[in-house]
């Protein structure tokens, strides 16, 4: 069975990028991504304006996906899509449209945590990028989360750690704006701070039991700070602003490394894989560099496309479940909060 070709149709709409693969068994055909720009001028995602935009972006996403793929629809083997966790209103758009062409289809239907998508994204075949091999500890930094899993077989994954308010991503991201830098400001940091000095201010890192995360804290610390310097001299930020992104992605960096290392040192695991949108960040990709050449950890990055949200690696775990003759009922719903295994 595994042998035979499969094409699986992806949908991704958990957030605010609408997105469709095709995938024949692992190998991505076409990921075609649609990213909603609507929500810069608000400084973050607005989640009534996503579900808009995903229902205006799904149809015409779909259809090329399929045609950069050459695969016709009556080609396809099973429709595999996004059930949860995410914005609730996105979701449903995804889901609907999903369940609608698996029933005019008459194919089965495959739903996927997005969470377990984003790990097992490292297994889509890539010339350029090698598979981690069981067991594996995982770490997805995103906009929307922070995690350590344990990945011990495709399917059987276990939670180690989480953040217990913001996730790396939104920490980045709103550390920007108390910056007066343009949203999503995470990838600005990352550029400023390659010409900072990441000792020049420091931040207090939050003290959170075991493997969990928290960056509340950090983030009102790096806002009273900027009050507090730029009533001093209202020119602070435009005159620091490298120094500044240099040493606030100094401590998110280094409150991440340290609970990797425990996560290490617990389990005894040293291949570790990164996933989620936050991976394209150079201190982090560095910081890994160094944890290989240092402790002999063997890291595992996938490809940019495949690290921020993308149906390619939805159906990557479409295919896994398929193989499994795991399919979904018509009558599945959304979730907006879905837990990894269960």
């Known amino acids: 069975m595994e042998n035979q070709k499969k094409y699986i149709l992806a949908i991704e709409s958990s957030c605010d990028d609408t997105s469709a693969a095709v995938l024949c068994n692992t190998k991505v055909l076409s990921n075609v991504v649609a990213t909603q720009e609507i929500h810069?001028?608000?400084?973050?995602v607005v989640p009534e304006l996503a579900s808009r935009a995903h229902q205006q972006n799904i149809v015409p996403v779909v259809h090329q996906a399929l045609a950069?793929?050459?695969?016709?629809?009556?080609?396809?083997?099973?429709?595999?899509?996004?059930?949860?966790?995410?914005?609730?209103?996105?979701?449903?758009?995804?889901?609907?449209?999903?369940?609608?062409?698996?029933?005019?289809?008459?194919?089965?239907?495959?739903?996927?945590?997005h969470m377990e998508a984003h790990i097992l994204a490292?297994?889509?075949?890539?010339?350029?990028?090698?598979?981690?091999?069981?067991?594996?500890?995982?770490?997805?930094?995103?906009?929307?989360?922070?995690?350590?899993?344990?990945?011990?077989?495709?399917?059987?994954?276990?939670?180690?750690?989480?953040?217990l308010d913001d996730a790396v991503g939104e920490a980045f991201d709103k550390s920007a704006k108390l910056m007066?830098?343009?949203?999503?400001?995470?990838?600005?940091?990352d550029k400023y701070a390659k010409l900072g000095d990441a000792t020049a201010f420091s931040f207090p890192k939050p003290k959170v039991d075991g493997l969990n995360f928290s960056f509340s804290g950090l983030k009102t610390s790096i806002l009273y700070f900027l009050q507090r310097e730029s009533q001093k001299n209202s020119d602070f930020v435009a005159e620091n602003i490298n120094d500044i992104c240099a040493s606030v992605q100094y401590t998110i960096l280094e409150i991440l490394m340290e609970k990797l290392?425990?996560?290490?040192?617990?389990?005894?695991?040293?291949?570790?894989?990164?996933?989620?949108?936050?991976?394209?960040?150079?201190?982090?990709?560095?910081?890994?560099?160094?944890?290989?050449?240092?402790?002999?950890?063997?890291?595992?990055?996938?490809?940019?496309?495949?690290?921020?949200?993308?149906?390619?690696?939805?159906?990557?775990?479409?295919?896994?479940?398929?193989?499994?003759?795991?399919?979904?009922?018509?009558?599945i719903a959304a979730k907006a909060r879905y837990a990894i295994g269960s």
């Open 68 to 113: 950069k793929a050459n695969i016709d629809k009556k080609q396809l083997s099973a429709i595999a899509f996004t059930r949860g966790p995410g914005l609730m209103g996105s979701l449903l758009v995804g889901t609907s449209f999903a369940k609608s062409l698996a029933l005019g289809l008459d194919i089965p239907l495959i739903e996927v945590n």
């Open 40 to 44: 810069k001028q608000y400084g973050g």
């Open 261 to 331: 290392q425990m996560a290490v040192d617990q389990t005894g695991i040293t291949r570790i894989a990164i996933g989620g949108g936050v991976a394209a960040n150079s201190g982090i990709r560095g910081r890994l560099r160094d944890a290989e050449e240092n402790l002999g950890w063997q890291t595992f990055i996938p490809k940019f496309e495949y690290c921020t949200d993308n149906a390619a690696m939805i159906g990557i775990v479409g295919y896994l479940k398929f193989n499994k003759g795991e399919f979904t009922q018509q009558n």
């Open 122 to 163: 490292h297994f889509i075949e890539d010339d350029a990028q090698t598979t981690p091999e069981f067991p594996f500890l995982a770490m997805t930094i995103s906009g929307g989360h922070t995690q350590i899993v344990k990945v011990t077989d495709h399917f059987n994954m276990e939670v180690l750690g989480e953040t």
């Open 180 to 189: 007066g830098l343009p949203y999503p400001g995470g990838p600005l940091i």
